[in-house]
């Protein structure tokens, strides 16, 4: 549409005629069909001429992003009425012309997007004299009021839609015929394809949507990223390599969601994995139809990896309605006195070993205990109900150190209790007013205890623990050429916001665990990130022994390897729920 020539208001004022004349001739020259006419109008208080000089500008240099809010809060009564369906398109038209904004026709997202759109069944795409012209916007709309020619080409289209409510407002009240695209709408039947699932398979290489569908079958998409789907298990399906398909043509994409519309029909849950960008601004995946599986949930949008071990929970979390984490219970299980000696002196500290299974990397812990350079040292382990050779071997090396220490003490839980549990049950055998944490798979410096000790000497009782930096090592005790810190940095509240980075290993003041209630059980790790906020919670510190004092030992055994890292989600909503101040990236709903 062109621009129109100004209307000829200064020509009637020059003449004689009285003040009503002019008024009635300069407005029969105001360009009332003008798409933009009725919104310029209203913004101008129904005043022509500023009206006109804004429409214009907008002509000139698009619409500015501030006039946006103005133009949906202002009595729409005669700019363009909101109806149910402002379509132009004849139920007769079967050549249409497909204008798509935001994507193109060689992505699937706009096909399965297409058939949401109230078109006549049977309609081909079209480039023909007769072909009736619609549109599909993804673009956002900064985009389109930078682009004043393209606005006014829209209004000239028989239909205009778009996902989103907010834009389409601001469409028809900028003439153009815009409609809410909705996952709801009927489908008419672009995507019901004679053979098309056997044109999928030669074309795609794709399996017959009909040969996945079965009793909580589930379709986990991938990304080219590595490890973004591990541990596939029936009834899991995947197709770790989704977003390396390679569409040449329309008709490809077209068949692309074809099969993706008719898996989800058939009931199979659809997963992805680590959608991209333009995935999540088209929502190709939410305009898919809902089969009549049970429970079965739209596209499930999983981001960063995710163990399918943990799928099938992370699913039935969501279908019932995203429950809140159930109330924390620390086990207190009853513990039985494996040994105990008592020598003379007092010790200002305790270092305590947690054990669980670990008979081949307990002794490495224990000589590291052992060659402390701090002379009067309390040693107390606790087994949580091992059920290898760990107990065995820590006995019998305490037959032969036990000289060592003022007291040591081994200790075995009746049952399996976890973390919290054991370093509970050392902390409260111990008779020392500090207390160094150790796991039985790492190690210490020789003078951890010593200059941790120095630093707590100088501190008071707002100080609740003393952390040293500590070095990353493998498992013969190699840095890699290269020294790797876990972290760098002093105890601050804001740190802790979005992660842990404070390692258990620690020199830990035993009122403070008091004070606290002692560490909370939380299933699958985290239980000492846990306990630092809890120390936050209650107003106290923590203080950095500015020396590399500890080694953590990696090895493909830990609990973080095998159960916290692929739970991360489930344990960071229990803590965000227990610490409303954090904000954990993958405690949100839909990560």
Not at 10 to 21: G, H, I, K, L, Y
Not at 316 to 325: C, E, F, I, Q, T
Not at 435 to 450: M, P
């Amino acid at each position: 549409m062109e621009n129109l020539d100004p209307p000829q208001i200064c020509n009637v004022s020059a003449s004689n005629q009285d003040a009503e004349a002019a008024a009635a001739a300069s407005e029969t020259n105001w360009p009332v069909e003008h798409p933009w006419w009725a919104a310029c109008l209203k913004l101008d208080a129904d005043q022509p001429e500023p009206a006109w000089e804004r429409l214009q500008t907008w002509e000139r240099q698009g619409i500015p992003i501030d006039c946006v809010d103005q133009i949906l809060t202002t009595d729409k009564t005669g700019i363009n009425p909101v109806v149910d369906d402002p379509t132009r398109v004849p139920t007769e038209a079967l050549n249409i012309q497909l204008r798509c904004f935001g994507t193109n026709l060689l992505d699937w997202q706009a096909h399965a997007w297409l058939q949401r759109c109230k078109l006549p069944t049977g309609f081909r795409l079209q480039t023909a004299d007769d072909a009736i012209t619609v549109g599909i916007n993804f673009d956002p709309t900064e985009k389109w009021l930078n682009q004043p020619r393209q606005l006014l080409e829209a209004a000239d289209f028989n239909s205009f839609w778009d996902p989103d409510p907010s834009r389409v407002a601001l469409w028809r009240a900028l003439g153009i015929p815009a409609v809410t695209l909705k996952n709801t709408n009927p489908s008419n039947g672009w995507l019901d394809q004679h053979e098309a699932a056997r044109r999928a398979t030669n074309t795609l290489g794709l399996p017959d949507p009909r040969s996945l569908s079965g009793p909580d079958a589930v379709l986990v998409l991938g990304s080219s990223e590595p490890g973004s789907v591990d541990g596939l298990q029936p009834p899991l399906y995947g197709w770790p390599g989704f977003d390396q398909i390679q569409i040449s043509d329309s008709e490809s994409a077209r068949l692309l969601a074809y099969w993706l519309e008719h898996c989800s029909r058939l009931g199979v849950q659809i997963v992805r994995l680590r959608p991209t960008d333009e995935e999540l601004d088209r929502a190709g995946f939410e305009s898919l139809t809902i089969g009549n599986a049970p429970r079965q949930l739209p596209t499930q949008y999983f981001h960063g990896t995710l163990h399918c071990s943990v799928l099938q929970n992370e699913l039935a979390w969501r279908r019932d309605g995203k429950p809140a984490p159930a109330t924390i219970q620390t086990p207190k299980p009853k513990s039985s006195t494996i040994w105990e000696s008592r020598n003379t002196g007092t010790s200002k500290a305790c270092i305590c070993i947690s054990l669980y299974n670990y008979h081949e990397k307990i002794i490495n812990a224990l000589e590291s205990a052992k060659a402390q350079s701090q002379e009067a040292i309390e040693l107390i382990i606790v087994d949580d109900a091992s059920t290898d050779q760990s107990l065995e071997m820590t006995l019998k090396w305490l037959q032969g150190n036990y000289r060592r220490f003022t007291r040591t003490l081994l200790l075995q839980h009746n049952q399996n209790s976890g973390l919290a549990a054991t370093r509970n049950t050392g902390f409260q055998a111990s008779n020392s007013d500090w207390i160094f944490v150790l796991d039985a798979d790492n190690r210490l410096h020789v003078q951890a205890v010593e200059q941790c000790l120095q630093v707590a000497a100088y501190t008071n009782q707002e100080v609740a623990m003393v952390h040293p930096l500590i070095e990353r090592i493998d498992e013969g005790g190699n840095q890699g050429g290269k020294t790797e810190l876990i972290s760098g940095q002093t105890w601050q509240q804001s740190q802790f916001l979005h992660s842990n980075y404070i390692d258990a290993m620690a020199l830990v003041r035993k009122e403070s665990w008091k004070v606290v209630g002692g560490y909370s059980h939380i299933e699958d790790g985290w239980e000492d990130y846990d306990f630092w906020c809890k120390l936050i919670d209650y107003g106290l510190q923590g203080v950095l022994c500015p020396q590399v004092l500890a080694y953590y030992v990696c090895h493909d055994q830990s609990m973080i390897a095998n159960r916290t890292d692929r739970n991360v989600r489930r344990i960071s909503r229990t803590l965000q729920a227990r610490h409303p101040w954090l904000q954990l990236p993958m405690a949100k709903d839909d990560i």
